[in-house]
C-alpha cells in the first residue's frame, strides 16, 4: 500500500498539471525560440495618418504610445534623432522599430490595437535575443512558478539535513545549487545583466568544491539521509517521477533545441543530410549544430511519433525528454549499488535518483523538452560502465557526438580509477575513436570535415550570447582564453593526478572538468545544470560514511562495507 507522504506528494504534483487558461492576446512566449507558434507577418500600413482597414489607431498613434515604452524612451534619451517605423502586426497589432543613424535598429515596441497598451519593448540584448526579454513562464512554464519552484527546493533539501550537523559539505552543495534559483528569478524578469553574474559564484563554488573531492577525499561523519525512512525516499521518487511526466505532457513547450532533435531524426529517417544548410525549410531555425548521435538518440522516438513539419506539436520530444530523465534516474539507481554494497548501496541509488527527481533544474530541462538529458543519462552511463575501458569509452564517444563538450572528460576516463596499464587506455582510446569515426562519418556534408566543422562547434564558437560573462561584458573578453587554457589543463591534468582514485573520485573530477569547460562557453544557459549534477550527487552523497541509520534501514538487512573501486 502506498504510504500517506508518497500519496500526499503525487496529489500535490498532479495539481500543479492544471493547464493555465488562455488569454485573448497574443502570446510572445508561445513563438520561437519556445515554441512553434509563428509571429505574425509584418506589412507596411498605406497610410501613417490613417488607421488600417479593421484598426482602431493610426501608424503615427502606434509610434506616439511606443516611443513612452521604458526601453524605447531609455534609447530616445542617449539619441533623440531616432527614426520610427511602424508595421501592421497581423491583424490586431503594430510593431515599431527605432532606427539610429549609422547603428541599426536599436529598440522594437509592440503595441495592440484595441487598447493602446504596450504588448512588449525591448532594446540592448532583449532586442535580438527572445530568450532574454523575460516572458513569463516562457521556458518551462509552471516550472517557473513560486509554488512549483520553492516546492521542489524544499523536497530537494529537506531529507539530506541534519541538525545536529549544520556545517556539512552536503548542506552547502544542496543549498548552493537551490541559490541558483536567484540568478532563474532575475532572467525570467527579463533582467539578465543580474541573473548571468549570479551564475558564476556557483559554478565556482563547485569546480573548487567537486576537485576537493576528487584530489583530497575524505569520508565524512554522519549519515546522508538523517531522518526519513529510505522506503519513504523510494516512494516519493515513484510519485515525483509521475507528477513530472503528467506535467510535461499536460503544460510544457517544445524548445527549438528540442525540435531540432526530433528534425535531425526525421532527415536521419528520410536518408536525408544533416549538415547541407537546409535543415529545416520553412521554420527558422538553425539546429544542424550539434553532433549526429544527438539527432540518432532522437530517432526512436520520430520513428513512432514522425515529424510532420508542425512545430506546434511535437510528441517525439516530449517523449524523447522524458526518457532522458527517467533513463537518468534509474540509472543513479543502479549506480549506488556499485558505489555501495548491501543496504547501504541500495539507500544511496534510492537517495541520488530522488536527489534527481525532486531538483528543480531537471525538471526544468525536461519540461522545456530540451536535449540536455541525453548528456546526464550518458554520464551516468559512463560511471556505470567505469569498470571496463571499452564500456566507458563507447558512453564518453556517445556524450562527445552529441553534443561536443564531454569530449573534454576523455582524458580522465581513459585512466578512470588510475589504471596505469597501457591495455586499457589502448581499449578505450581505440572505442572511443571507432565509435566518433562510425557515428560522424555518415553524415560528413559534400563540403568535408572544414564544412561539418563550420556548421557545429564553429558556429557554437563564434556565436554571439548575451548568456555568459564573455557575451554579457566584451570587455571581459581578454581573460577568457586564460580560462579555457585552464580547462584543457585540468582536463589532461585529472588523467594522471592523483594517481590513485576511487569512482567517488572520479565523479568528483568528471564535475570540475564539465564545469571548468562551462565557464569558459561563449553560451551557458540553466540546462546546462544538468550536465555535472550526476556527478556532483555522486561525489557529495557517497563521500558520507552512511547513508540512513540502522533503525531507517529496510528491516532484516545489513551494511556492509563500501566496494572498492
Not at 488569454?23 to 509571429?39: D, I, K, M, R, S
Not at 547603428?103 to 503595441?111: D, F, N, P, R
Not at 558512453?395 to 561536443?404: N, Q, S
Not at 566543422?453 to 570587455?475: C, E, H, K, N, V
Given at each position: 500500500m502506498r504510504s500517506r507522504?508518497?500519496?500526499?506528494?503525487?496529489?500535490?504534483?498532479a495539481a500543479l498539471a492544471a493547464p493555465a487558461?488562455?488569454?485573448?492576446?497574443?502570446?510572445?512566449?508561445?513563438?520561437?525560440?519556445?515554441?512553434?507558434?509563428?509571429?505574425?507577418r509584418l506589412k507596411q500600413p498605406a497610410s501613417e495618418g490613417r488607421p488600417p482597414p479593421?484598426?482602431?489607431?493610426?501608424?503615427?498613434?502606434?509610434?506616439?504610445?511606443?516611443?513612452?515604452?521604458?526601453p524605447v524612451a531609455a534609447e530616445r534619451a542617449q539619441d533623440g534623432t531616432l527614426r520610427p517605423r511602424a508595421f501592421e502586426r497581423g491583424a490586431d497589432e503594430w510593431q515599431v522599430d527605432f532606427y539610429a543613424s549609422g547603428?541599426?535598429?536599436?529598440?522594437?515596441?509592440?503595441?495592440v490595437d484595441a487598447d493602446g497598451s504596450v504588448l512588449g519593448a525591448w532594446h540592448d540584448q532583449q532586442l535580438g535575443t527572445p530568450l532574454a526579454r523575460g516572458y513569463s513562464g516562457a521556458v518551462a512554464q509552471k516550472v517557473n512558478a513560486p509554488y512549483v519552484w520553492l516546492l521542489l527546493s524544499v523536497l530537494f533539501v529537506a531529507p539530506f539535513i541534519d541538525p545536529r550537523r549544520p556545517f556539512r559539505a552536503v548542506h552547502a552543495d544542496l543549498l548552493v545549487l537551490v541559490g541558483l534559483g536567484a540568478s532563474l528569478f532575475f532572467f525570467n524578469r527579463g533582467e539578465i545583466t543580474l541573473s548571468v553574474p549570479l551564475t558564476y559564484p556557483v559554478l565556482g563554488y563547485f569546480v573548487l568544491r567537486m576537485l576537493a573531492a576528487g584530489l583530497w577525499p575524505r569520508e565524512r561523519a554522519g549519515p546522508l539521509v538523517p531522518r526519513v525512512p529510505i522506503r519513504w525516499l523510494a516512494w516519493a521518487a515513484v510519485a515525483l517521477a509521475v507528477g513530472r511526466v503528467a506535467l510535461n505532457l499536460v503544460d510544457s513547450h517544445v524548445i527549438d533545441i528540442g525540435v531540432a532533435g526530433v528534425i535531425g531524426a526525421h532527415h536521419i529517417a528520410h536518408g536525408q543530410e544533416l549538415y547541407n544548410g537546409a535543415f529545416a525549410?520553412?521554420?527558422?531555425?538553425?539546429?544542424?549544430?550539434?553532433?549526429?548521435?544527438?539527432?540518432?538518440?532522437?530517432?526512436?522516438f520520430e520513428l513512432v511519433w514522425p515529424w510532420h513539419g508542425t512545430w506546434g506539436s511535437v510528441p517525439a520530444a516530449h517523449a524523447a525528454a522524458i526518457a532522458f530523465d527517467l533513463l537518468t534516474a534509474l540509472g543513479?539507481?543502479?549506480?549506488?549499488?556499485?558505489?555501495?554494497?548491501?543496504?547501504?548501496?541500495?539507500?544511496l541509488g534510492v537517495a541520488m535518483a530522488f536527489a534527481w527527481l525532486a531538483c528543480p533544474w531537471t525538471l526544468y530541462a525536461m519540461n522545456a523538452n530540451a536535449n540536455d538529458g541525453l548528456v546526464a543519462a550518458l554520464a551516468v552511463g559512463a560511471m556505470?560502465?567505469?569498470?571496463?575501458?571499452?564500456?566507458?569509452?563507447?558512453?564518453?564517444?556517445?556524450?562527445?557526438?552529441?553534443?561536443?563538450g564531454p569530449a573534454a572528460l576523455a582524458p580522465l576516463f581513459a585512466t578512470a580509477t588510475g589504471e596505469r596499464r597501457i591495455r586499457s587506455w589502448l581499449v578505450f582510446g581505440v572505442v572511443f575513436a571507432l565509435a566518433l569515426a562510425a557515428l560522424f562519418a555518415p553524415f560528413i556534408p559534400g563540403g568535408g570535415i572544414h564544412e561539418?566543422?563550420?556548421?557545429?562547434?564553429?558556429?557554437?564558437?563564434?556565436?554571439?550570447?548575451?548568456?555568459?560573462?564573455?557575451?554579457?561584458?566584451?570587455?571581459l573578453d581578454f581573460l577568457r582564453t586564460g580560462v579555457r587554457a585552464g580547462a584543457v589543463l585540468l582536463a589532461v591534468a585529472v588523467a594522471f593526478f592523483p594517481r590513485n582514485r576511487s569512482a567517488v573520485q572520479v565523479a568528483a573530477l568528471a564535475a570540475a572538468v564539465t564545469i571548468a569547460i562551462q565557464l569558459g562557453a561563449t553560451h551557458w544557459f540553466y540546462f546546462s545544470v544538468v550536465w555535472f549534477l550526476p556527478f556532483v550527487l555522486v561525489a557529495s552523497f557517497a563521500e558520507l560514511r552512511s547513508i540512513a541509520p540502522v533503525e531507517l534501514r529496510p528491516a532484516g538487512s545489513e551494511a556492509r562495507p563500501a566496494a572498492a573501486s
Open positions: 507522504p508518497a500519496t500526499t506528494l503525487a496529489v500535490l504534483l487558461s488562455a488569454g485573448a492576446v497574443e502570446n510572445l512566449a508561445g513563438e520561437p525560440p519556445f515554441g512553434g507558434t509563428p509571429p505574425p479593421g484598426f482602431r489607431l493610426s501608424a503615427d498613434q502606434a509610434i506616439a504610445i511606443a516611443s513612452r515604452a521604458g547603428s541599426g535598429k536599436v529598440a522594437e515596441a509592440i503595441v525549410p520553412g521554420i527558422d531555425l538553425r539546429g544542424d549544430v550539434y553532433g549526429p548521435f544527438n539527432y540518432l538518440a532522437y530517432l526512436p543513479l539507481l543502479a549506480l549506488g549499488r556499485r558505489l555501495r554494497a548491501g543496504a547501504d548501496g541500495r539507500a556505470l560502465a567505469l569498470a571496463s575501458p571499452a564500456g566507458r569509452g563507447l558512453f564518453i564517444a556517445l556524450a562527445a557526438a552529441a553534443k561536443f561539418l566543422y563550420d556548421r557545429t562547434l564553429g558556429y557554437q564558437a563564434s556565436r554571439s550570447s548575451p548568456f555568459s560573462i564573455w557575451g554579457l561584458a566584451p570587455s
